[in-house]
């Protein structure tokens, strides 16, 4: 049958809410009389399709790509964890680290 996807209830209800905008556009702007109901209706499925946009990637590949570098960089310069400072206090003269003595 083919590679199938198996569809997410959230990507059901996307495109089911993007797909009756459209149709609500679409039938607003060639079925209806001109006036203020069609306008409104229009102009309301033209925000309800722009508004579903804003969450659309939100924790997909895209966004966790980023955040995958991000999270590199961050552990490559990340301070070691444990005793702070790694080292005895004791050995810090005038602000310098000072090698104990052989």
Known sequence: MGNKRARNPR???YLAV???????FVLS??????????????????L????TCLGVNAGGPGE???????RRAYERIRPPQGDWP?????RVVNGELVRPDS
């Open 11 to 13: 990507h059901v209800v």
């Open 18 to 24: 993007r797909g009756g905008a459209a149709l609500t």
């Open 29 to 46: 702007a060639l079925l209806l009389r001109e006036g203020t109901f069609a306008g409104l209706l229009c102009m309301g499925a033209g």
């Open 48 to 51: 309800v399709a722009m508004l």
């Open 64 to 70: 966790l790509a980023g955040a995958t570098a991000q």
């Open 86 to 90: 790694p080292f005895d206090p004791e």
